[in-house]
């Protein structure tokens, strides 16, 4: 889930409370690919919601972290191709074959907090549509690899927006990513675009959620009408991949991957 803007703050967690947040971020993992494997034509996005929920609560003591966040309805947000994020799960919401549909999902377990996102093509999508999918994907690799100690948060951000700009895609600027861990979002920013060694350092410790979120056309964006759905300017499609990462002495840790 992204965010808009906040003030910075940084919150360090120990090495038991990552590994807390890695076991919660497998079981993130499981639930996206769980839902992945129920893409497909005819599928509503209330019946992908609820497989989502009951796959988290069928771990023990997990629970969806988005579930009556901020007063949200679903325990994912599901949102389908001009749509960015937030999308509010629906049974009159239908997937048709050549749709692309993103599942954000966030994971409580023993009081810590993981986010992660991805798209999900639906049936057989246009070559374009996959490039866009592709080229979001490469570009949170590209910022996950920019997350090591004494770089810097622009670090993170000048990698994704390379990426994304030599495609000639739109970066989103109004929403972003964020710390997480004790809370769904902690306040630190963690933007998509920016430049190096600007920003707050990165120290070991720190857990982020690094989250493109790509446009094929203009990067801006708008809110629809139930307050919640944000969409892209000019109805062109959006993707949006993310992982939860930590800032380790090695290097970058993603939580939000099967652990070991």
């Not at 076991?23 to 993130?28: D, K, T, V």
């Not at 801006?220 to 380790?248: C, N, P």
């Amino acid at each position: 889930m992204a965010m808009g803007n906040a003030a910075p703050a940084t919150l360090l967690k120990s090495p038991r409370e990552i590994e807390i947040m890695a076991r919660g971020g497998a079981i993130l993992h499981a639930t996206l690919m769980h839902a992945k494997a129920h893409v497909r034509p005819g599928i509503s996005t209330m019946e992908l919601d609820q497989l989502v929920e009951s796959f988290i609560r069928s771990h023990a003591g997990a629970e969806p972290a988005f579930k009556g966040l901020y007063g949200f309805p679903g325990s994912a947000c599901i949102s389908i191709n001009e749509e960015i994020v937030h999308g509010i799960p629906s049974r009159k919401r239908i997937l048709v074959d050549g749709d692309i549909v993103t599942v954000d999902v966030g994971v409580k377990l023993d009081g810590m907090f993981t986010d992660a996102a991805i798209t999900v093509p639906v049936g057989t999508i246009d070559e374009l549509t996959q490039r866009l999918l592709d080229v979001t994907e490469r570009s949170l690799a590209a910022g996950i690899a920019a997350a090591v100690p004494d770089n810097h948060v622009g670090d993170i951000g000048a990698a994704v927006q390379a990426v994304v700009e030599a495609e000639g895609f739109g970066v989103v600027r109004e929403l972003v990513g964020h710390g997480v861990g004790f809370s769904p979002h902690e306040e630190l920013q963690i933007p998509n675009y920016g430049k190096p060694k600007r920003g707050k350092k990165l120290s070991v410790g720190l857990t982020i959620a690094i989250e493109p979120m790509v446009n094929v056309g203009t990067p801006k964006t708008k809110t629809l009408s139930d307050k919640w759905t944000v969409v892209t300017a000019d109805g062109k499609r959006s993707a949006h991949f993310e992982h939860t990462v930590a800032i380790t002495e090695d290097g970058p840790r993603i939580l939000t991957l099967p652990q070991g």
